[in-house]
C-alpha cells in the first residue's frame, strides 16, 4: 500500500540553526511527494513538490530531494527563522491516479529567539 | 477572499446528532477532498468529488457518513448520529483540473466536539 512515515516531534531549535525533518514512504508505482506546511490557525499549505526521482523541490529556503533509491524526501533548511514555526507534512499521491493525498503524521517546529 | 471556505469553524454537538458541514471550493477546481483529521495525526482521506461525481471513498467513512456535491460547485459532509469518536477536524481541500499539479488547497477546517 501507500503511506508516508516522517520523523515525530515535537522539534525545538534556536534561530540559525540547520533544520531536517526525516521523510520516508512506501508507494506502488510512481508517486509524486510533498512537504505541506501548517502555521498556528492557518489551513495547511503546499511548501514544495518533487514529481520524479532525483527531483528536488525548492521553496523560502527549504528544499529536499526525491530520492528512489531510499524512498526518502527529508526537508532541509540551513538557517532557521522563528517564523518557520510550524507543523510539517510529509505527503504522497501516485500520479497515475492523483486522487488520494497520503499524509505522514506531522513534524511540529518551534524555533525559538 | 477566494480560497477554500469552510463553514462552520466550529461545532459542538451532542452524542447522537446529525451535524453538517460545508465546503466552498475555489471556483475554478473541478476537484474536492475531504479529510478528517485528529490531534496529533496527518489528515486522513475520506472521499474525493470530481465535478458532482463521488469517485472515490475511504474505508473510514462509515454509512454514518455522507458527502454531496450537488452542482458540482460547493460539498456538504453529513455526519448522523454522531459519536464521540467522531471528533476531528474535518478537512476540505479542492485541486485544478491538471493532474500533474497535484497541488491541494486546504481550508481552515471544521472542528467537530461531539459531547
Known amino acids: 500500500g501507500n503511506s508516508v512515515t516522517q520523523m515525530e516531534g515535537p522539534v525545538t531549535l534556536s534561530e540559525e540553526a540547520f533544520l531536517t525533518i526525516n521523510c520516508t514512504y512506501t508507494a506502488t508505482g510512481y508517486p509524486s511527494l510533498f512537504w505541506y506546511v501548517q502555521y498556528p490557525g492557518e489551513g495547511l499549505q503546499l511548501l514544495l513538490k518533487?514529481?520524479?526521482?532525483?527531483d528536488k523541490g525548492s521553496n523560502k529556503g527549504f528544499e529536499a530531494t526525491y530520492r528512489k533509491e531510499t524512498t526518502s524526501f527529508h526537508l532541509e533548511k540551513g538557517s532557521v527563522q522563528v517564523s518557520d514555526s510550524a507543523v510539517y507534512f510529509c505527503a504522497l499521491t501516485r500520479t497515475n491516479t492523483g486522487n488520494q493525498f497520503y499524509f505522514g503524521t506531522g513534524t511540529s517546529l518551534t524555533v525559538i529567539p | 477572499d477566494t480560497g477554500v471556505s469552510q463553514d462552520p469553524r466550529h461545532k459542538i454537538t451532542k452524542r447522537g446528532q446529525n451535524v453538517t458541514f460545508r465546503c466552498d471550493p475555489i471556483s475554478e477546481h473541478n476537484r474536492l477532498y475531504w479529510y478528517r483529521q485528529t490531534l496529533g495525526q496527518g489528515p486522513e482521506f475520506l472521499t474525493y468529488f470530481q465535478n458532482e461525481a463521488q469517485l472515490e471513498k475511504s474505508r473510514l467513512l462509515s454509512d454514518r457518513f455522507s458527502a454531496e456535491r450537488p452542482k458540482g460547485s460547493f460539498s456538504t459532509l453529513e455526519i448522523q448520529r454522531t459519536e464521540q469518536g467522531d471528533s476531528a477536524m474535518y478537512l476540505c481541500a479542492s485541486s485544478g483540473a491538471d493532474r500533474n499539479t497535484g497541488e491541494l488547497f486546504f481550508g481552515e477546517g471544521s472542528r467537530l466536539t461531539v459531547l
Open positions: 518533487a514529481t520524479k526521482a532525483d
